[in-house]
């Protein structure tokens, strides 16, 4: 680290601080955040695929790490057509358990008047249910799910063919239509996972994350705020609209600093 380092990232800490209090003021805050293995303690898709469907799961990952698929084409050829009806699905979203903060994280956007959206490349029939099973309400934008006799029939939510994600809901694209519809908005970005979070997080303005999301942010020097959980989203946040002259830089704090 050069001598000019810890003053660059002190001014940048600040300016980001000053534009998120002026975003609430204004009340152009929005806060976008992944679903599974964010809002939710582990990955819906993921689980299923690790119980019901292995040995197919495993042909697909070699062949999407070897570029042969999108992850839109490794979702279809997992899902598609996938004997596993509306009953059992319910059955199994029924132990799929939420991040310790989620529901006040979405109860403080409330109070706050920060809008609130999940992000998911998962399905919307999940996340209408979990809502349900869990009592919480956010809108969402996801891929679609629907059953003909018994099997899955799966719809992208929103491809992006001008973003390398390759994902069936590309993040970048929702962030960069709702800048265009709201071009005052401040945006933050929470997420984990470095397939379908990543062209998310490039297109905000301030990016939470975890897991695989911020060892790629990391590696590519884009700097990023460290959560283990929900509850450290909304603390910091909280916090940085408390604070008036004389505040602390926005990642100055014990459970985890701006990084690069």
């Not at 009340?27 to 019901?52: H, I, M, N, P, Q």
């Not at 809901?169 to 984990?192: F, L, N, Q, S």
């Amino acid at each position: 680290m050069s001598e000019d380092e810890p003053a660059f990232e002190g001014r940048r800490r600040e300016a980001q601080e000053r534009a998120i209090l002026r975003a609430a003021r204004a009340g152009a805050l929005v806060l976008f955040c992944d679903f599974d293995g964010t809002f939710s303690r582990r990955d819906v898709g993921g689980s299923l695929a690790r119980e019901y469907l292995p040995e197919l799961r495993a042909v697909l990952q070699e062949r999407y790490q070897r570029g042969e698929l999108s992850a839109w084409e490794y979702a279809l050829e997992l899902f598609g057509d996938f004997d596993f009806d509306a009953e059992r699905l319910n059955a199994f979203l029924g132990n799929i358990e939420l991040d310790p903060g989620a529901h006040r994280l979405v109860e403080w956007c409330r109070m706050r008047r920060v809008a609130f959206q999940i992000l998911s490349d998962g399905f919307d029939f999940n996340l209408d249910r979990l809502q349900a099973i869990h009592s919480v309400k956010f809108s969402y934008s996801a891929n679609h799910l629907s059953f003909e006799g018994g099997r899955w029939k799966i719809r992208p939510g929103g491809r992006n063919a001008e973003c390398g994600c390759g994902t069936g809901m590309c993040k970048r694209g929702v962030i960069a239509k709702y800048r265009v519809d709201h071009p005052e908005a401040y945006c933050i970005h929470v997420g984990d996972g470095r397939v379908s979070d990543f062209c998310g997080a490039e297109a905000a303005d301030l990016v939470f994350a975890k897991g695989s999301l911020a060892s790629a942010l990391r590696a590519q020097g884009i700097p990023f705020e460290a959560f283990e959980n929900l509850h450290d989203v909304r603390s910091v946040l909280e916090r940085t609209l408390q604070r008036g002259s004389g505040r602390r830089p926005l990642g100055s704090r014990a459970s985890g600093d701006f990084q690069r």
